[in-house]
């Protein structure tokens, strides 16, 4: 198996024939120059209907057009839906890309498509969006940079394990006590207490005293432990997840519902110094009902939760350095169907992108009169991923050695955007 | 036109002993005076260095392969998929057609064709690349050398491509194995095509090198092999069709001994097989392997390795007090005897054959776990592996002879809640075939190539593997056996189907029936027999002949079963990837790297580092039938596999020699399990690792796959063609769950051990310090602890609140240390 230094230094991977010690030391010779972006995912889980939300289409015919109207935004020529008020007059601050296509309607082939901007194929395992920044852009020692609130919205892939995120393991909700697996010491267990038992660990862990250098396994192993003790007991990381430090006047900016809470505890995340996180918001497969879901309960939380993450990073002079996506896996039928609702369709949907390099207050690309599909080519998921990648500063023709025994670029297909990033 | 053929591309240099050598010498020059058989052509760089050269280069001897050495036609250049400057050829040369048209046709950028036979010098093909006008790649050759010559002389004697390809036989390369001594002075190869015609020519100057560890060794362009460092790797050859390796060794120097035990080569008196063949290698690059492992060392790993399980306290003590010389024997013979034997290996077994609940064909969960279960019946009953094979490629839904009806029954009894049938007594195992991913011919000729044969199909899909010989054409045909598994409903049995569909309320938009939704199963449960797809074979139009992975062809009638054919080819001992890929996945799941690794990508670029060794256990393995049992107790009861982690003053660099045992990461099955086993009641405790019902190594297997803790620890979830996907390296988020993670916190909380003990304290019947300390050894690391470290845990228990709290803050620092996740 070709293994040149090169290419292990590229695929980051410990137990091989490169000692993890050789590995650090090419890490910091090769001065990856670091782009000082960190990234927000906004996952819209279910498939959002673009027609009631980014995409409104006025005058088609009933039965496609749907209950909600459009309102002006605070640019001259853009509408989007009358549920969401607040990114209406926001709307100088990202830009909307419509007529987005593909043909994966299923939830799992979707998110797949859409998360790594490759065609889902069992020959090889894509890896997400913040599995490749991780990789490319550590954070600092005592902050994972990687962090999915709650649930990982796909994986690492080829990537390996190792650039998984830190998974909460539930939503923070307003008025209890906020959780994240592995992070939150539990009740009773103090720093004091978790101090005591890594003494005590140290004080027995020496079954490999005098050969730590001696194996990738035994290296990896103390580096980690000494990193996830650094993480677990420092003040930086458990403060980034604390929101009883945050403000009555912040929490109900960002709205006291499960969106809100979300958003404000990742915009917290990226000030601390997180490099990715994914925010997953649930609930918009509305097969039935779509537009009471959607106009009583997602929009408004939607609406003020994503204004108040706009705000606050503008406000704290982050939204330069953030690169924002906000979609979903697909669109919905055009045809509403007979539980008021609609299905899943995935010739057409939209996205927000906002922040870094993102040209604001533009529509980029259209769909036809209907909202079935785009007007001309349109933009395939591959074009959304290298562009939302190009945003943060990871040249999406980049090739990783991955772990399946030749090199793999990383977004193949997908070109940024005209006119999306300046 | 692409290339048909190549199979043999072995590294061949006689030796013969003297007599021999002499008579043959004789006998060949008799051969030359009266054949005519030469001498090897003296290589392209001499023939055309001189401006009068006369002869005409062959484009596929000579242009092409030419044009692979330059660098043109490689990934990022030429080669690549959109090309390079308008010009795109084959990648590194496999398709003389595309090539002869793309370099004879009109470059659409300057207007003008690429060569111009009467006017060579002014052809872009020349000026390109001697940056006479601008090109991107640079100069890649100056005027007047030899490869200016060479493609000067193939324009102007007309620039003729290929009509039929010759047949390359093999590659020669002289030396065919570099040792360095301690002056590392470089060495260079010497490359001979022979082909089929047994014309031979010397094609140094043609070939492409590359090494496969820059650490060891390294070569340049022309050939040239520079040591770098000590150990072992190999130097590939490419030319036309043909792969060569040639293995590179360099020994290792002793570092002075600090120690004064060191076990010289002469005192290691091999125990097996295996051991001469690793000992023999390991002289060769002056390593002496460590020391036999401890008594508690060789315990915990065996147990691991061959059941996925730690080790009981009591059962810990027994074996170390026992004095029978061949206690370690007889445990491999016990261990071997356990139901969790089957259970980890039947784990293994559907990591090889890809078990997923997301891509079963309906109910994931059920029909991944009947899987799974079948196979662990199978293991169970010693089942020779090819035959687990066989019943599992061979399976159709139905038993032979049964009715539509019949099997509609079978498959509803399955599920129902009143006893039902045991899927595992069926004869084959259909769900392999039924999944999803398996509906497409090419991607079923990917999985099954990956699955039994250990080879990566894939690189052909869209061109000519870059090192091993599968060609677009390969790929096409053994796609097409497939063509012909089908999993829906027969056409005969349609109406039926239909008629039970509607009886039961399941809706069908097509003749390929649907899947048994929710409402449906329900009824299932119930007992209610509802009609289901099924796997079987369908008919072609014609017949078809087939070349199976150029082996041989295959003729397939209209009805013929085309997995029969593969079968039985797989059986041969001929067969060179399904005994070998087995055997190979087996050992690596046994140490740190298999004998080639890795060990899905069996291929000529990628040899053994042990190919005595290989060979030998494969022949034996299919000699004894290919008893699975055989093979597990084979190589855990060899000195090799029992050797100590820590190394002597020779072998500390070596990780692909098996000198000694290079730590490993626990499975993640078996952290789970053991973190559960650690805490658990001692009245419990045996439930705890027998009832494989509740066991992450046993049925919980499948339910689990997708859990975070078992993704953390990097559980495959299968999903793609790759050994890969299990991880078994260190992760930043592995260590933040053992120290932290709610799961494991409830475990120490909840512990049955830590209760029982309290209501020891509280009957005042509490166990000792000491004894509650070394029990917490016992059941985390599988020893004894230290005076010193007995002593600290002493400590620690009577520092804290209580007991059981000073236990729990134990047990939380022991399954924390490095000692506990890794096998050493």
């Known amino acids: 198996m070709r293994i040149s230094r090169r290419h292990m230094l590229q695929a980051g991977v410990l137990g091989t024939s490169l000692s993890l010690s050789n590995f650090l030391r090419l890490q910091a010779e090769e001065g990856k120059p670091d782009s000082g972006r960190s990234a927000i995912l906004v996952f819209l889980g279910g498939g959002p209907a673009h027609q009631d939300t980014f995409d409104l289409k006025p005058k088609a015919p009933s039965e496609y057009r749907g209950l909600f109207s459009p309102i002006q935004t605070a640019v001259p020529g853009v509408e989007i839906c009358e549920h969401m008020p ?99 010491l539990d009740d009773g267990l103090t720093v004091q207490k978790y101090n005591l038992r890594r003494r005590l660990r140290d004080d027995i862990d020496t079954a490999f005293k005098g050969y730590e250098s001696l194996d990738d396994a035994v290296r990896g192993l103390n580096r980690f432990s000494e990193q996830a003790y650094q993480i677990i007991s420092s003040t930086r990381s458990r403060n980034a997840f604390d929101l ?174 005209p006119g999306a990033l300046s | 036109m692409t290339r048909i053929n190549l199979v043999n591309s072995r590294v061949q240099f006689l030796r013969l002993p003297g007599f021999v050598l002499r008579l043959s010498i004789f006998a060949i020059i008799t051969l030359i005076v009266a054949n005519g058989f030469a001498e090897p052509l003296p290589p392209a760089s001499q023939r055309f260095a001189d401006s009068d050269v006369t002869e005409t280069p062959d484009f596929q001897k000579h242009v092409v392969p030419l044009l692979g050495r330059l660098g043109c036609n490689g990934r990022s250049c030429h080669g690549s998929f959109q090309g390079r400057g308008d010009l795109r050829l084959s990648l590194f040369g496999y398709d003389f057609q595309m090539d002869h048209n793309s370099l004879t046709a009109k470059s659409p950028s300057e207007q003008t064709l690429r060569l111009l036979v009467k006017q060579p010098d002014e052809s872009l093909v020349l000026q390109k690349p001697l940056m006479q006008v601008e090109h991107e790649g640079g100069e890649r050759f100056a005027v007047d050398s030899w490869q200016h010559r060479l493609l000067r002389r193939w324009i102007e004697s007309g620039a003729a491509g290929v009509d039929e390809p010759q047949q390359l036989d093999r590659l020669e390369v002289e030396p065919a194995e570099v040792v360095f001594d301690d002056s590392a002075s470089p060495v260079s190869l010497r490359v001979v095509a022979v082909w089929g015609n047994d014309q031979r020519e010397d094609v140094t100057p043609l070939c492409r090198f590359r090494t496969n560890d820059d650490s060891v060794a390294s070569v340049d362009a022309d050939g040239l092999i520079m040591s770098a460092g000590s150990g072992d790797t190999h130097v590939i050859v490419f030319y036309d069709n043909g792969v060569a390796s040639v293995p590179v060794l360099r020994p290792y120097r002793s570092v002075p001994a600090s120690s004064p035990k060191t076990v010289s080569t002469a005192d290691v008196s091999p125990q097996s097989p295996i051991d001469g063949f690793v000992i023999k290698k390991l002289g060769k690059l002056s390593i002496t392997p460590s020391a036999v492992c401890s008594d508690s060392e060789f315990l915990r790993r065996v147990s691991i390795d061959l059941t996925g399980t730690l080790p009981e306290p009591r059962e810990v003590e027994g074996f170390l007090a026992d004095t029978n010389l061949n206690k370690r024997d007889h445990k491999i013979d016990e261990l071997l005897q356990r139901p969790a034997y089957a259970a980890w290996w039947a784990n293994k077994l559907c990591d090889f054959t890809g078990c997923n609940p997301s891509q079963q064909a309906e109910l994931g969960q059920e029909t991944s776990v009947q899987w799974y279960m079948w196979v662990y019946e199978r293991i169970r009953e010693n089942v020779a592996y090819d035959d687990i094979v066989r019943r599992i490629i061979l399976a159709k839904g139905r038993d032979e002879g049964q009715s539509y009806d019949d099997y509609s029954a079978e498959v509803s009894s399955y599920f129902r809640e009143q006893s039902p049938t045991d899927f595992a007594q069926r004869t084959t195992m259909p769900h392999y075939w039924t999944r999803r991913s398996m509906q497409k011919p090419d991607a079923a000729a990917q999985a099954f190539a990956h699955n039994f044969l250990g080879i990566r199909l894939q690189c052909a899909e869209c061109h000519k593997h870059p090192f091993a010989p599968w060609t677009q054409d390969d790929f096409r045909e053994f796609s097409r056996f497939f063509e012909t598994v089908k999993f829906g409903v027969e056409p005969q049995s349609i109406e039926r189907y239909r008629e039970l569909a509607s009886q039961v309320g399941l809706s069908v938009r097509d003749n390929n029936g649907a899947a048994v939704n929710n409402d449906v199963f329900k009824q299932v449960q119930r007992g209610r027999m509802v009609p289901w797809r099924e796997l079987y074979i369908s008919s072609r139009n014609e017949p078809t002949t087939l070349s199976l992975l150029r082996s041989g062809k295959v003729t397939l009638q209209q009805n013929d079963d085309p997995r029969k054919p593969i079968m039985k080819w797989m059986d041969e001992p001929s067969n060179p990837w399904f005994a070998q890929a087995f055997v190979n996945r087996v050992w690596a799941s046994y140490f740190n790297v298999g004998i080639v690794d890795p060990p899905d990508d069996l291929n000529p670029a990628n040899p053994p580092s042990n190919p005595a060794l290989l060979e030998w256990l494969v022949d034996e393995f299919v000699q004894h039938d290919f008893d699975m049992k055989w093979l597990h107790r084979q190589i855990v009861s060899s000195d090799t596999y029992q050797r100590s982690w820590v190394p002597n003053n020779t072998n500390r660099e070596d990780r692909r020699n098996f000198s000694r045992a290079v730590p490993r990461r626990l499975p993640a099955e078996v952290v789970y399990d053991g973190v559960k086993q650690a805490v658990a009641a001692s009245d419990k405790a045996d439930d705890v690792r027998s009832d494989l019902s509740r066991r992450a190594i046993g049925h919980l297997s499948m339910r689990l796959a997708g859990t975070y803790a078992m993704q953390v620890f990097g559980k495959p979830d299968r999903a793609v063609n790759c050994d890969c996907e299990r991880v078994n390296q260190p992760t930043l988020l592995q260590a933040i769950f053992l120290q932290n993670d709610p799961l494991v916190d409830q475990r120490l909380e909840d512990s049955g051990w830590l209760a029982q003990i309290d209501g020891q304290i509280a009957a005042g019947t509490a166990p000792t310090g000491e004894s509650l300390v070394k029990e917490a050894w016992l059941r985390t690391l599988s020893r004894v602890p230290q005076p010193d470290e007995l002593a600290r845990g002493v400590k620690c228990l009577a520092e804290a609140e209580s007991a059981t709290q000073g236990l729990r803050d134990l047990l939380w620092a022991l399954i924390n240390t490095k000692e506990f996740v890794l096998i050493r």
């Open chain 1, 86 to 184: 607040r990114l209406a007059k926001r709307a100088d601050q990202y830009a909307l890309i419509r007529g987005i296509t593909h043909s994966l309607a299923d939830h799992g082939l979707g998110t797949r498509y859409v998360m790594t901007g490759n065609l889902p194929t069992p020959v090889v395992d894509y890896p997400m969006f913040g599995s490749i920044v991780s990789h490319e852009y550590p954070s600092k020692q005592d902050l994972p940079s990687f962090v999915s609130i709650d649930r990982p919205v796909e994986g690492p892939g080829y990537l390996g394990a190792e650039y998984g995120p830190l998974s909460t393991g539930e939503k923070p909700r307003f008025g209890q006590p906020f959780r994240v697996r592995g992070i939150t």
């Open chain 1, 244 to 417: 009883s430090l945050e403000t009555d006047r912040e929490v109900d900016r960002f709205g006291r519902h499960e969106f809100g809470q979300s958003a404000m505890l990742a915009t917290r995340l990226i000030e601390a110094g997180v490099r990715f996180v994914t925010v997953l918001l649930e609930g918009w497969d509305t097969h039935q009902d779509n537009f009471n879901t959607l106009g009583r309960e997602l929009l408004p939380s939607f609406d003020q939760s994503l204004s108040a993450m706009l705000d606050r990073l503008g406000e704290r002079g982050l939204l330069e350095s953030t690169s924002i996506l906000v979609t979903g896996e697909f669109g919905r039928t055009p045809k509403i169907n007979g539980n008021a609702g609609r299905d899943h369709w995935s010739r057409a949907m939209c996205a927000l992108l906002a922040g870094g390099a993102v040209r604001p207050g533009q529509v980029i690309g259209s769909t036809n009169d209907k909202a079935e599909g785009p007007v001309g080519t349109g933009f395939s998921p591959d074009d959304l991923a290298a562009t939302f990648l190009q945003n943060i500063g990871v040249d999406p023709k980049k090739e990783f050695a991955a772990n399946v025994g030749r090199p793999i670029t990383v977004i193949r297909n997908g070109s940024p955007i």
